[in-house]
């Protein structure tokens, strides 16, 4: 997961409380304050439901769903067949693969589950989550990155966890099974949530087969900061990529295209985004 900056006003029985922290789950470009540990508020209102509670829909399908699972095996079948067929062809430099590590090999949707049903808010406990190392596997991966491993491929994880999570994603990944896991396998974020420039140190070594992940900032920063129309058009301009070199697994409970829902203000109030997810929305109007 990623993080941004967030400053939130909220009203909780009648006491206003500013607090400045950091939220959920999503990226901004503005990653040059550390984690904030100090707890942040949730938003709430006696008559309201947090912002957080509209998380619950997603965490059913996410969770329970065999279309989510399907889903994950479908994207890992289909980075095998690439992957015989890519090196099938041959590659000039060492071939590699990269992938992100949050909701495209490790499910965090148990912290999710958490913010949701008690409406607290992002990052709250996260450091705490990551730390426990639990994060279980996603469907399909490990057979597919055990796979890419005996084919003598490099595995790169780029993930924007940030270095001082790298112990602990570590450990998760070596408690789970998953191979090539060590510091200079594991890219994390330090300046930037850019992915682009560590995408581009394995670049320089490796011919790079495949990407995966959750989020479109995973593939390329043509996707960052992009709005909600600029990140379709592009993602049409890209058709040609996706199952061919993008391998593209669902979220539907963060990322980037939530942010451009809000246009990146992430400061905006938890009333501001849901007026700004309704109105984000084509309906029918009977
Ligand atoms: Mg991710």
């Not at 809000?262 to 084509?282: A, F, Q």
Request: glycine share 4%; charged share 30%.
């Amino acid at each position: 997961m990623a993080v941004m900056n967030k400053k939130i006003v909220k009203t909780i029985l009648g006491f206003a409380i500013i607090v400045n922290g950091l939220a959920a789950c999503s990226v901004n470009n503005d990653t040059s304050e550390t984690i904030d540990t100090k707890p942040v508020e949730q938003t709430t209102t006696e008559n309201e439901a947090p912002l957080e509670e509209q998380l619950t829909m997603s965490l059913v399908w996410y969770q329970t769903s065999g279309e989510n699972k399907s889903l994950y095996l479908q994207g890992y079948n289909i980075g095998k067949t690439m992957l015989d067929k890519k090196l099938a062809a041959g590659t000039e430099k060492k071939p590699a693969i990269i992938l992100d590590i949050d909701e495209t090999v490790l499910d965090n949707s148990p912290y999710n589950a958490y913010l949701a049903s008690s409406g607290d808010v992002y990052p709250n406990h996260w450091d705490e989550w990551v730390n426990k190392a639990e994060a279980e596997p996603l469907p399909g991966s490990l057979d597919f990155l055990n796979y890419v491993d005996s084919k003598g491929v490099d595995i790169f994880y780029i993930s924007n966890r940030r270095v001082e999570q790298m112990d602990a994603t570590i450990k998760n990944l070596q408690n789970k099974g998953f191979p090539q896991v060590k510091d200079s396998h594991i890219l994390l974020e330090s300046d930037t949530s850019s992915k682009e420039n560590r995408r581009e140190s394995v670049l320089a070594e490796h011919e790079v087969l495949l990407l995966f992940g959750d989020n479109l900032n995973d593939f390329s920063d043509l996707f960052e900061e992009k709005n909600v129309k600029e990140r379709l058009d592009t993602v049409q301009d890209l058709r040609a990529e996706f199952g061919n070199k993008f391998i593209v697994f669902p979220n539907p409970m963060y990322g980037d295209w939530e942010g451009a829902v809000y246009e990146y203000d992430w400061e905006k109030t938890d009333e501001e985004k849901k007026k700004d997810r309704k109105e984000s929305l084509n309906v029918f109007k009977p």
